[in-house]
C-alpha cells in the first residue's frame, strides 16, 4: 500500500532533505529531557513515509567531478540528493548529476548563500524515482572547479510514485 502524499507531505521531504544536506549526525543520542520520549512523533510513524540513508559524503578537492560510493536503490521508491558546492569567486551553477542506476534526476531546488558581497555556496536538491532501478555511484559535475563539494543521498518509500520521475512525490 503506497501513502498518496499532497503538498504538505513533499514540502516535508524538501525539509527533511535540506535539513539533513545542511547536518551530519554521526552518532545516536538518547534523549535527556524528561519531556520528549523516543515514540513521540517521529513523521515516518505519522505519515508511513519511510528515510533510508543510501550514502553521503564530501570531498575538499578543488575540482569540477565528484563520485559518490556506489547505492543500489528500492524500486518504486523517491530517491533525493542534496549537492553542496562551494567557489571562492560567486557561487557556482547547479551541478549535472547522473547514475546512481537512475535513468535521470530532476532539480527540486536550488540556493546560494554564503558571501557578503556574492554568494559563493550552492545547495542543489534533484529527485529520481525507477520501477527498476539498477546500482552504482552518482558523478557530480560541475561547469567548474569548486571545493569541498558535500552531498547526502535519500530514499523515501511510502511517498506517492505518480508524476515523471516523482513528481507526484516532490515538484
Known sequence: MTHKSGPASWRRILALTLFGALTTCTDVRTPTSPLRSPEVGTAQAVTGIAQTLLTSGNNPANQR??????????????????????????????????????????????VTFDGV?????????????????????????????????????????GVDGSGVNGAGAIN
Open 65 to 110: 567531478i565528484f563520485t559518490s560510493a556506489s547505492i543500489a536503490p528500492t524500486p518504486n521508491a523517491l530517491v533525493t540528493v542534496a549537492v553542496l558546492g562551494h567557489n571562492s569567486s560567486a557561487a557556482p551553477a547547479s551541478p549535472t548529476l547522473s547514475g546512481g542506476g537512475m535513468t535521470g534526476w530532476t532539480v527540486v531546488a536550488s
Open 117 to 157: 558581497a556574492a554568494p559563493h555556496k550552492r545547495l542543489t536538491i534533484y529527485r529520481a524515482l525507477s520501477a527498476a532501478p539498477g546500482s552504482g555511484p552518482l558523478t557530480i559535475t560541475f561547469a567548474s572547479s569548486v571545493s569541498n563539494a558535500q552531498w547526502i543521498v535519500s530514499q523515501w518509500t
